[in-house]
């Protein structure tokens, strides 16, 4: 193996192990993502959505459509 496909995979099992950590914590466990309390302040939230592809334009310019990936489009409210 390669170190950095070593690395990859050990931050990969710190990241699942801190999330079942986390999950455990909640009063009423769920077993389904769309359960999950952070899926819509986070992932439907259209402010939490813009803030992040104003912080990926920040980061890599201006998103670049290819392939499939150009049917995929960006609402705002």
Known sequence: MKSSSVLYSMS?????FKVTRRLLQLQNPTTCMVDHPGLEPVCLNVYSLQNA????????GPLR?????QYVFFFYA
Not at 12 to 16: G, R
Not at 53 to 60: E, G, K, L, M, Q
Not at 65 to 69: F, K, N, P, S, V
């Open 12 to 16: 990969l099992t710190l990241s699942i």
């Open 65 to 69: 459509l290819r392939g499939i990936e």
């Open 53 to 60: 592809s104003n912080v990926y334009r920040a980061d890599y």
